[in-house]
């Protein structure tokens, strides 16, 4: 079966209110003020770590900060705040009868992560579940079992580290411009395809296995506009 390999974080679930709220309780810790929710994520959407953020802010000890982060952004409490993004299950049950779906992700807490699945009823429609652990990589395509997965068919995410996996893989990055990173941006590092709704994956796929070839750039921006995609107002 022809593999999709699929993001995690801001592709299937929304992770803004974790993000944010660890973000500002980590900063505020430290006496300092935090970005409103719309800046951060504005910040975010075009290009910028978290990190970088720290490093614009007076006042902020980054090392302090990173370490705190770390611990606390895969914390069963903290993950509690994530949502799915509507539709998600219905989405991968529809592409799971057609293609081998497996789920290549940078969390390292593979605990905790399993545990999110099976609450978020996701679990089952993987074939495999890749994930970063203790041991340190570059990019998703040096996670351990990637060399091993079925060559060809896609990759879908939200984010550069996405369009990587697909290069260095020789899969097609399909991205999502509604979670971590903008279209706008997304298209700036050499997104072939981006789309506004996870809806619209499955013929976008499928219309890409009947031509043999990548499906078209959507002007992101506007699609957004037009489909009024399920995303909260911080963008």
């Given at each position: 079966m022809t593999p999709i390999l699929f993001d995690l974080d801001g592709t299937l679930i929304d992770v803004s209110a974790r993000h944010y709220f660890l973000y500002r309780s980590v900063i505020s810790g430290q006496?300092?003020?935090?970005?409103?929710?719309?800046?951060?994520?504005?910040h975010r959407r075009a290009g910028e770590s978290t990190i970088?953020?720290?490093?614009?802010?007076?006042?902020?000890?980054?090392?302090?900060?990173?370490?705190?982060?770390?611990e606390g952004i895969e914390r069963p409490d903290w993950l509690a705040r994530d949502e799915p993004y509507e539709g998600v299950v219905e989405i991968l049950e529809t592409l799971g009868r057609e293609y081998e779906l497996v789920l290549i992700?940078?969390?390292?807490?593979?605990?905790?992560?399993?545990?999110?699945?099976?609450?978020?009823?996701?679990?089952?429609?993987?074939?495999?579940?890749?994930?970063?652990?203790?041991?340190?990589?570059?990019?998703?395509?040096?996670?351990?079992?990637?060399?091993?997965?079925?060559?060809?068919?896609?990759?879908?995410?939200?984010?550069?580290?996405?369009i990587e996996l697909a290069s260095e893989t020789g899969r097609r990055a399909i991205c999502l411009s509604y979670g971590v990173r903008s279209g706008r941006y997304l298209a700036s590092r050499g997104a072939e395809t981006v789309i506004g709704s996870l809806r619209?994956?499955?013929?976008?796929?499928?219309?890409?296995?009947?031509?043999?070839?990548?499906?078209?750039?959507?002007?992101?921006?506007?699609?957004?506009?037009?489909?009024?995609?399920?995303?909260?107002?911080?963008?």
């Open positions: 006496g300092v003020e935090a970005l409103p929710e719309g800046d951060f994520w504005r970088d953020l720290l490093a614009a802010t007076l006042g902020v000890d980054v090392e302090r900060f990173t370490a705190a982060w770390m992700t940078l969390r390292r807490d593979r605990g905790a992560l399993m545990d999110q699945l099976d609450a978020l009823h996701m679990r089952s429609y993987f074939t495999e579940v890749i994930c970063h652990g203790p041991r340190l990589v570059s990019g998703k395509h040096l996670l351990q079992g990637v060399a091993e997965l079925t060559p060809g068919g896609y990759a879908v995410g939200d984010t550069e580290a996405d619209e994956l499955p013929e976008v796929i499928n219309a890409a296995e009947r031509s043999g070839g990548p499906a078209d750039v959507a002007d992101v921006e506007q699609d957004l506009a037009l489909r009024n995609v399920h995303t909260r107002a911080r963008f």
